[in-house]
C-alpha cells in the first residue's frame, strides 16, 4: 500500500543551492596568486627594460665607434694614390703635379660624397658662427667684410668643423 503513494515525478521546484561565502585562507592564497603573478610581470618586464637598455647603449657605441667606417673607406683610396706617387721611380715634377690634382679630385669628391664642404667666405660679411678673425686691416670694403682668407674652415652639413681664419676690414673713420 506504501507504493500507491509513490509518484514517479520529480519534484517540482528544486532547492536552490545554497551560496557560500570563500573563506578568508581562500580569499588570502587567491590575493597571494594574483599578487605572486603580477610580482613575476613586474621582474619579467624590469629584465626586459634593463636589456634594451643595455643593447641600445651598446648600439650607440657601435655607432659612435664605427661611424667613420664609410669615409675611412673612401679615404684608402687618397691614400693609396699619394703612397703610388711616393713609390714612383724618378717621376717629372708635371707627372708628380698631375697626381697630386688628381689625389685631391679623389680627396674633394670623398669630402662631398659625405656633406663635408669648404667655407669660403672671401668677401662675405664677418660671421663669427663660421669665421674667426684674426686681424682687422685697414681696406676698402666694409666694415666686418673678410677680405684675406689665411686658413679655410669646413661644415660637416650644418655644423662648423673648423671656422675660416680671416682677416676683416676695419670700419672707415
Request: proline share 5%.
Amino acid at each position: 500500500m506504501q507504493d500507491e503513494f509513490k509518484t514517479d515525478t520529480p519534484p517540482t521546484e528544486a532547492e536552490p543551492e545554497k551560496e557560500t561565502m570563500p573563506s578568508m585562507e581562500e580569499l588570502l592564497k587567491a590575493a597571494e596568486l594574483a599578487a605572486a603573478e603580477h610580482h613575476d610581470a613586474w621582474l619579467r618586464a624590469k629584465a626586459e627594460t634593463e636589456n634594451m637598455r643595455r643593447r641600445s647603449a651598446e648600439d650607440v657605441d657601435k655607432a659612435r665607434k664605427f661611424a667613420v667606417e664609410s669615409f675611412a673607406g673612401e679615404l684608402l683610396a687618397v691614400k693609396d694614390s699619394l703612397e703610388a706617387a711616393l713609390a714612383a721611380e724618378s717621376p717629372s715634377v708635371e707627372n708628380l703635379k698631375d697626381g697630386v690634382a688628381l689625389t685631391l679630385k679623389q680627396l674633394v669628391a670623398a669630402f662631398g660624397k659625405f656633406n663635408l664642404h669648404d667655407i669660403e667666405p672671401l668677401g662675405e660679411k664677418f660671421d663669427p658662427h663660421l669665421h674667426q678673425a684674426i686681424q682687422a686691416v685697414e681696406s676698402e670694403q666694409p666694415a666686418n667684410t673678410v677680405v684675406t682668407v689665411l686658413q679655410k674652415g669646413y661644415r660637416l652639413h650644418d655644423r662648423t668643423l673648423r671656422p675660416a681664419l680671416v682677416m676683416v676690414a676695419k670700419g672707415k673713420d
